[in-house]
């Protein structure tokens, strides 16, 4: 997906903006640090999550207690999935750029280090050492 599609299928969101917002991969492509991504992550509060459950939409339990949906194919939904502040993108609510390489670190997989070196590139921090989640992959 890029930019256009990302766009088209947030605005056409029912839900409120302050009840979700977009990380990971979209977010990286609405900040202009990526060109495409697979699919759409977002974050969302308890009250949407209930809601989402309250509609009939199948969820899992994560292992920290919050909830993943996954309401189209291309879209999933973490409760309570959020790193250091929602900023507006394009009038959409978006992980900070801080709060993203933050969350691509605590991941630690290795498909998220070309992800990190263009957060700490666009956020000025050129010569930092990339270390990934508790393994210490330095890139």
Not at 8 to 21: I, N, S, T, V
Not at 86 to 92: A, E, W, Y
Request: proline share 4%.
């Amino acid at each position: 997906m890029n930019r256009a599609d990302i766009l088209e299928k947030l605005r056409a969101l029912p839900w409120e903006p302050g009840d979700y917002w977009v990380i990971t991969g979209a977010a990286m492509v609405l900040y202009g640090l990526r060109e495409r991504t697979h699919d759409i992550d977002l974050g969302c509060t308890s009250k949407l999550a209930d809601a989402l459950e309250a509609e009939g939409l199948p969820c899992r339990v994560m292992e920290d207690g919050n909830r993943w949906f996954q309401p189209e194919d291309s879209v999933e939904v973490f409760e309570n999935w959020i790193y250091d502040r929602i900023v507006s993108v394009d009038g959409l609510p978006v992980l900070s750029l801080e709060g993203l390489l933050e969350m691509k670190r605590s991941l630690g997989r290795e498909k998220d280090r070309r992800d990190i070196r263009l957060l700490l590139d666009a956020l000025g921090h050129k010569e930092e050492t990339l270390t990934l989640g508790e393994r210490g992959v330095g890139l």
